[in-house]
């Protein structure tokens, strides 16, 4: 079991870049895919990326593909979500997750830990 904390959100403007960390407390965390989630109010938790053993293990949704890179310091025990050309739609808060093996599952119910997320919003 992981403890995990993100940072990083917060205010900027379409077109801008913003770097959110996570965080990890725990054993093994070179044992665990991690990913990245969001949801807005209303709606259901969205994947966004995930990431598996290593830095070329990665998966993400279409949306921000080119525009999102996911990595990890396994020595840190953090994980990244680099996020550039941001859009008013990616506007959210936003989760960092870990489940033990390294399947990269998209739906949240796979995942066991969580974290508290950060939010960001992208005006226009």
């Known amino acids: 079991q992981l403890q995990l904390v993100e940072s990083g959100g917060g205010l900027l403007q379409a077109g801008g870049s913003l770097r959110l960390s996570c965080s990890a407390s725990g054993v093994d965390f070179n044992r665990y895919t991690m990913a990245w989630f969001r949801q807005v109010p209303g709606k259901e938790r969205e994947f966004v990326a995930a990431?598996?053993?290593?830095?070329?293990?990665?998966y993400y949704i279409d949306s921000v593909k080119g525009r999102f890179t996911i990595s990890r310091d396994n020595v840190k025990s953090t994980v990244s979500l680099q996020m550039n050309s941001l859009k008013p739609e990616d506007t959210a808060a936003y989760y960092c997750?870990?489940?033990?093996?390294?399947?990269?599952?998209?739906?949240?119910?796979?995942?066991?830990?969580w974290g508290q997320g950060t939010q960001v919003t992208v005006s226009s």
């Open positions: 990431i598996g053993r290593t830095n070329n293990d990665t």
């Open positions: 997750a870990s489940r033990r093996g390294f399947l990269l599952y998209t739906v949240s119910a796979q995942y066991e830990d």
